[in-house]
Antibody
Framework: EAQLVESGGGLVQPGGSLRLSCAASGFSFSTYWMHWVRQTPGKGLVWVSRIKSDGSSTTYADSVKGRFTISRDNAKNTLYLQMNSLRAEDTAVYYC??????????????????WGQGTLVTVSS | DIQMTQSPSSLSASVGDRVTITCRASQSISSYLNWYQQKPGRAPKFVIYAASSLQSGVPSRFSGSGSGTDFTLTISSLQPDDSATYYCQQSYRTPYTFGQGTKLEIK
């Protein structure tokens, strides 16, 4: 059974940095696109970033572009999110999610098939 | 960005009721629409992809329909375990965006 376990969250001051990790097990990690999604009580679910299965392509939400970097180590079955220049509005529970990029009826469908339990990031002085 | 709007924001229904949640996209997204269920303190759980394809293991009382800009999630006979918040999400174009959620309560 697929399992995703996030770690690395915590309290950080504005302007600080944090690196989140997402350890994957129970599936062939290197064949899946992976995403980070965050959730705040006020703004619901917000997609943050994605990375292709081989790490060759990354995409970011405008709100984090230039500050966050998504990466992966397929040999270690681990996804990362390096977060720099953190702001109060980055406070959220961060989830990693697996995306099969499923090919069906002539199209590729992206969806968040499995999720981790989430890790809380609090940006505050 | 593509805006996703769900209605209603909350609803209360009885066990056995048929429940419908609507999701509208700000532009056509073909059938690139997914649904998730989230219970308090838990991660979201994937329910439906491509507007109408049910995830393996999800009860058949759940169904989805729609294309273009208008979509629905239907629960044919509501069960106590269905109490949760439901989110739609478009995967037509990044940034992927979610609806604001519909909180479903059991009377």
């Amino acid at each position: 059974e697929a399992q995703l376990v996030e770690s690395g969250g915590g309290l950080v001051q504005p302007g600080g940095s944090l690196r989140l990790s997402c350890a994957a097990s129970g599936f062939s990690f290197s064949t899946y696109w992976m995403h980070w999604v965050r959730q705040t009580p006020g703004k619901g679910l917000v997609w943050v970033s994605r990375i292709k299965s081989d790490g060759s392509s990354t995409t970011y939400a405008d709100s984090v572009k230039g500050r966050f970097t998504i990466s992966r180590d397929n040999a270690k079955n681990t996804l990362y999110l390096q977060m720099n220049s953190l702001r109060a509005e980055d406070t959220a529970v961060y989830y990693c999610a697996r995306d099969p990029d499923l090919y069906s009826s002539g199209r590729y469908y992206s969806f968040f098939e499995s999720w981790g339990q989430g890790t809380l990031v609090t940006v505050s002085s | 960005d593509i805006q996703m709007t769900q209605s209603p924001s909350s609803l209360s229904a009885s066990v056995g009721d048929r429940v419908t949640i609507t999701c509208r996209a700000s532009q056509s997204i073909s059938s690139y629409l997914n649904w998730y269920q989230q219970k308090p303190g838990r991660a979201p759980k994937f329910v439906i992809y491509a507007a109408s394809s049910l995830q393996s293991g999800v009860p058949s009382r759940f169904s989805g329909s729609g294309s273009g800009t208008d979509f629905t999630l239907t629960i044919s006979s509501l069960q106590p375990d269905d109490s949760a918040t439901y989110y739609c999400q478009q995967s037509y174009r990044t940034p992927y965006t979610f609806g604001q959620g519909t909180k479903l309560e059991i009377k």
